[in-house]
């Protein structure tokens, strides 16, 4: 199979036909979309296709045939009817006030009052909007479709500055309204964006989108499906171990197929080596702060329960961990349980690049050392090779000796067990280990066992007044853990002991 052009970077459907690129054919859902509804909601993480789906709907609207020789739409859309279509995305640049909000828009609406030669008369940017549909459908005898792409964006800009993303939020508010007040003159509306804020917030003035953000129809909407790797990309895994590639970027789901983010893939492809590619673009220094400033109990990461309605609650006054980290992409969806009246979701890391990425930046974080977080992440893979234990002591020891005594100070979890043994899970999670947490969500004690090169770890903590007592190691004896892994290799037991009062390591053995 001949190799093609690989689309990095390239949002636009034109650029990515005529050049030859690779092309994931979307238009089935496209069509099924606008069969049965016309007004749509969808949140997916940046760097997801998002932009790519919502151009691919304007050229099929324009009716560019041409475009689509060989895709599903070609066949199975009527070219003879050509609507007017209005974009408008919020994705260039950082709006930092309602006012730049305001410049923003007003540029977006005058280049298309512009082109189409329409007098501005009305005084507010929701008049002009409502105008312009009105002028468009008059002038051209069809109904007029609307694209909003990342609407959310202009307040997550300022989501640390509460005043402004308020006032900013009241600006789009009043914005997105007019696209329900000009129903008669509307064909199809869609809006996507990284967040889904609360409908009450944002939406009262559009409350009849349907959002199909957790609808399994749609869930691979954007993004990979396996089979899509397997068939559109075979060039290009000569080479590569496939399971590598499934184990470091798929798994994000929507209650449908799981796919890959593209971004993840075009750049494995065109580096040919396995790095958290899409992580790097632009992890959300928000995120990080607000974990680390809730001092998030790590290891609950791999596994949280929340009701369905949580993930959607989500607004400047509001934004509990699960929605954000749900709606980011740093968790995902692994399985639902319906209760009569309640849908719960369980929510995990979706891949080995998540994993590995966000525990590296927690624990950067909690130090502010990005140096010391490196020079500690590759001796202790060095010690764990050399199968030399006793020696990990003394980097632990030394890590938790940079962390700053307001991290305690201010810790709801530091007096338990819990909160030391995320920050020795957060180090064997950011690299990539097999590791199994037998009490992810106590804050009062957690085992935890690592699974590497044949061998078996298994980790009690205790919390101790001063001196070391050896109660650690005696739990690990006395209940027999080591039992169920026998027959996965040697077994070690490692009793570590924490005093409250050095916030350090007081008690580490190995037996």
């Not at 990515?16 to 949140?43: M, N, W």
């Not at 930092?96 to 007098?119: C, G, K, P, W, Y």
């Not at 990342?150 to 307040?155: A, L, Q, T, V």
């Not at 934004?319 to 995990?348: D, K, R």
């Amino acid at each position: 199979m001949q190799r093609k052009r690989l689309p990095i970077g390239i949002q636009t459907l034109r650029e990515i036909r005529e050049d030859h690129c690779y092309y994931v054919d979307k238009t089935p859902l496209a069509l099924r979309l606008v069969q049965q509804g016309k007004y749509f909601f969808l949140s997916r993480p940046r760097r997801f296709g998002k932009s790519l789906f919502l151009d691919t709907l304007k050229e099929l609207f324009e009716g560019n045939e041409a475009l689509f020789k060989g895709l599903y739409a070609e066949k199975h859309w009527d070219w003879a009817v050509k609507y007017p279509v209005i974009r408008i995305s919020f994705g260039g640049g950082v709006t930092r006030s309602a006012q730049e909000l305001e410049d923003q828009i007003d540029s977006h609406l005058r280049r298309f009052e512009t082109v189409n030669q329409l007098a501005v008369v009305d005084k507010t940017l929701a008049e002009r909007f409502r105008s312009l549909i009105l002028h468009l459908a008059q002038s051209t005898g069809q109904r007029v479709v609307v694209l909003i792409d990342e609407y959310d964006k202009p307040i997550l800009d300022n989501i640390e500055q509460r005043e402004i993303a308020l006032e900013t939020r009241e600006t789009l508010k009043d914005f997105y309204s007019v696209i329900k007040d000009a129903d008669a003159y509307i064909r199809f509306a869609f809006l996507t964006g990284v967040s889904k804020f609360s409908k009450v917030s944002l939406f009262s003035g559009l409350n009849n989108l349907q959002d199909i953000t957790l609808d399994a129809r749609y869930s691979t909407i954007c993004g990979y499906t396996d089979q899509d790797v397997d068939s559109v990309f075979a060039a290009e895994l000569e080479g590569l171990d496939r399971s590598e590639i499934k184990r470091w970027y798929n798994g994000y789901n929507w209650l449908g197929a799981s796919v890959y983010n593209p971004f993840d893939l075009l750049l494995l492809f065109d580096h040919r080596t396995f790095r958290p590619w899409w992580f790097e673009t632009g992890t959300p220094s928000f995120l990080i702060k607000l974990l680390t400033k809730r001092h998030q109990f790590t290891p609950a990461l791999e596994n949280m329960i929340a009701p369905e309605t949580l993930l959607s609650t989500f607004d400047v006054d509001n934004i509990p961990i699960e929605a954000l980290m749900f709606q980011a992409g740093y968790l995902t969806i692994h399985g639902v349980n319906e209760i009569p009246g309640l849908t719960q979701i369980t929510l995990g890391y979706p891949n080995l690049e998540v994993r590995t990425a966000l525990n590296g930046s927690l624990l950067q974080a909690t130090t502010g050392d990005h140096r010391n977080y490196a020079i500690h992440a590759g001796k202790l893979y060095q010690l764990l090779k050399d199968k030399n234990i006793p020696a990990m002591r003394d980097l632990f020891h030394a890590f938790f000796a940079t962390i700053p005594h307001d991290w305690y100070r201010n810790s709801p979890i530091a007096q338990y067990e819990g909160y030391w043994a995320s920050i020795f899970y957060s180090h064997f999670a950011a690299l990539g280990l097999d590791i199994k947490l037998e009490d992810a969500t106590n804050h009062g004690r957690i085992d935890m066992t690592v699974c590497f090169e044949g061998h078996v770890y298994l980790f009690e903590f205790k919390v101790v007044e001063l001196a070391h007592e050896g109660k650690a190691l005696q739990q690990l004896r006395d209940r027999n853990y080591a039992e169920k892994y026998r027959n996965d290799g040697p077994v070690h037991l490692i009793g570590v002991e924490f005093s409250k009062d050095t916030r350090n390591i007081v008690g580490f053995e190995v037996e």
